[in-house]
């Protein structure tokens, strides 16, 4: 049982570059969701899925867009990358009112 | 909306005093809350959760957070600090369902200790 897992750990970018990140969990976990976290902001909803085929704006879903074709994975892209984008972000699965099941997160920088 | 305020953007303490961590939300629901720690370089583990059963919640670590809802609060608290509890703390609510279960986080306390 592993968990909700981040590939790639670490990715540098440049500026205009496109990337996928993904998030796989092997929990059956109906919900799940991406978030950033920069110094001093805490952690910011991006996008969420509540289902096999469903995707959602959060809170800072500008640059970013997200598909879920498979329940156990969740994708997130970056289709132009920009410096603003560097950030490490975390993968996050949940159930019902059990709070979020995190991943180990991604860094990435954007030069 | 919700939001969550954490109170001290950092706070030290010495090995073996006690720890407060504050947290207050706003929420136009009953909330859920969670308490989460994150260690350098490393995902978010949760430490308690409330989730309208008992107001005093124990979680992991020794670690315990008491729901007031006159107060809005939901402070985290340990008796005696250990070395080994230095780490950033995230305060964060959920409106306990409507259709998505997500999580607004508060900025982060980091707790340092000394020896």
């Known amino acids: 049982n592993a968990g909700v897992t981040q590939t790639p750990k670490f990715r540098v970018l440049k500026t205009g570059q496109s990337m996928t990140l993904l998030c796989a969990q092997d929990?059956?976990?109906?919900?799940m969701y991406w978030y950033r976290q920069d110094p001093g902001m805490g952690l910011r909803l991006i996008h969420y899925s509540v289902g096999e085929g469903t995707t959602a704006k959060g809170e800072v879903p500008d640059g970013y867009n997200v598909s879920r074709l498979k329940k156990q994975n969740f994708l997130l892209g970056l289709e132009s990358a920009a410096p603003s984008q560097t950030s490490v972000y975390f993968c996050a699965s949940s159930y019902s009112t059990q709070g979020g099941f995190f991943g180990p997160g991604t860094r990435l920088t954007v030069l | 909306a919700q939001s969550v305020t954490q109170l001290g953007s950092h706070v030290s303490v010495s090995e073996g005093a006690l720890v407060l961590l504050r947290c207050n939300y706003s929420s136009s629901v009953p909330p859920y809350l969670f308490w989460y720690v994150q260690y350098p370089n490393q995902g978010l583990q949760l430490l308690l959760k409330y989730t309208s059963a008992a107001t005093l919640v124990k979680g992991i670590n020794g670690f315990e957070a008491e729901f007031k809802k006159s107060e809005t609060s939901f402070h985290l608290t340990k008796p005696s600090a250990h070395m080994s509890d230095a780490a950033e703390y995230f305060c964060?609510?959920?409106?306990?369902?409507?259709?998505?279960?997500?999580?607004?986080f508060g900025k982060g306390t980091l707790l340092t200790v000394n020896p």
């Open positions: 964060a609510v959920s409106d306990g369902g409507g259709s998505n279960y997500k999580l607004t």
């Open positions: 929990m059956n976990h109906e919900y």
